[in-house]
């Protein structure tokens, strides 16, 4: 099919990317500068400028494509994260720029839209598996920009046409920055997971993320999260994580100075979400290659290894 994919030089857009075209997929990808436009070509897709937000430029990039992937974010630095204005461009992103790609799709014939989103909208789950039947939390404004995506992408599926939006789960790979984040902060024996220990952090390795986005031109219409399928508990999930990379017992941030310091973000991230992926493997028959952070984070370092030999 032919594909047109925003986010394809993002954390795990370049493995999208490549899966995509290991299946027999066209790929036409948003690039931002010359030295992405390249790294797309050489991979053997279409690279193209477009202005997310503006309406005709947007259709114009559409036109042809068979399936629309809009996958792009711009998620603040953690030292942004409690500015509210941090998150202009990503919740614009989520919002405007997913009604202008939904307008553009339906007016040249595109059959199929997928829409990424996240597992944070959930309310706290407590150790009860979380689905796609629960409903969004709806109390942190910062994810109405998020919720209104997810709204628009799903009404793209009238007339034949099928809507697809992943709830992912939180990230980590060797591509992902917070990789970078978290080992700095290790410097100063701290971790990044905030809230209590005994609560689940349900996360999925960037390279399973990217299979994901390649499954789901096979599923119908509907929400599925994407995560691993063993989510650990907080404390097992940085100890999975000092253990790979070597460090000592490092100390999670209390519920209070989460909040302190990080304002309303905060609300979400000390939440416990253990996230069931059933709905997308039942439909599609993927599964992650890493079932659990254990596993993935061990991959993680000996990546990072290897690449400084």
């Known amino acids: 099919m ?11 857009g370049t493995a999208a990317v490549r899966g995509l075209l290991e299946r027999g997929h066209e790929v036409r990808a948003v690039a931002r500068t010359d030295d992405k436009a390249a790294s797309l070509r050489a991979l053997g897709a279409e690279p193209v400028r477009v202005d997310l937000f503006d309406a005709d430029a947007v259709r114009r990039a559409v036109g042809g494509a068979e399936v629309v992937m809009h996958l792009a974010t711009n998620v603040p630095p953690l030292n942004r994260m409690s500015m509210p204005r941090a998150w202009n461009t990503h919740n614009r992103l989520r919002a405007e720029a997913t009604r202008l790609l939904v307008d553009a799709a339906r007016a040249t014939g595109v059959s199929r839209f997928i829409k990424e989103s996240v597992t944070f909208v959930y309310p706290d789950g407590g150790d009860r598996w979380v689905g796609e039947e629960t409903p969004p939390a709806g109390d942190v404004a910062l994810l109405e920009p998020t919720l209104e995506g997810e709204r628009t992408a799903l009404r793209f599926a009238d007339k ?4 697809v939006v992943l709830r992912f789960a939180s990230f980590y790979g060797p591509t992902a920055r ?18 209590p220990p005994t609560g689940y952090l349900s996360a ?4 399973d993320v990217a299979s994901a986005v390649v499954a789901a031109i096979d599923a119908p219409t509907g929400i599925y999260n994407v995560g691993d399928d063993e989510p650990l508990t907080k404390r097992d999930y940085v100890d999975a994580f000092a253990s790979a990379f070597g460090l000592p017992r490092l100390h999670m941030i209390p519920t209070w100075a989460a909040r302190l310091s990080s304002g309303q973000p905060s609300v979400v991230v000390t ?14 028959g993927w599964a992650p290659r890493y079932p659990n952070a254990r596993e993935g984070w061990a991959a993680v370092a000996a990546c990072r290894q290897a690449s400084h030999l």
């Open 2 to 12: 032919k594909v047109f994919l925003t986010g394809a030089t993002g954390a795990f």
């Open 160 to 163: 034949g046409r099928t809507a």
């Open 178 to 195: 917070y990789l970078d984040e978290a080992l700095r902060v290790a410097r100063w024996r701290m971790a990044l997971a905030a809230g």
């Open 204 to 207: 999925i390795h960037t390279d």
């Open 271 to 284: 939440r416990s979400w253990r996230i069931s992926n059933r709905k997308l493997r039942d439909a599609t």
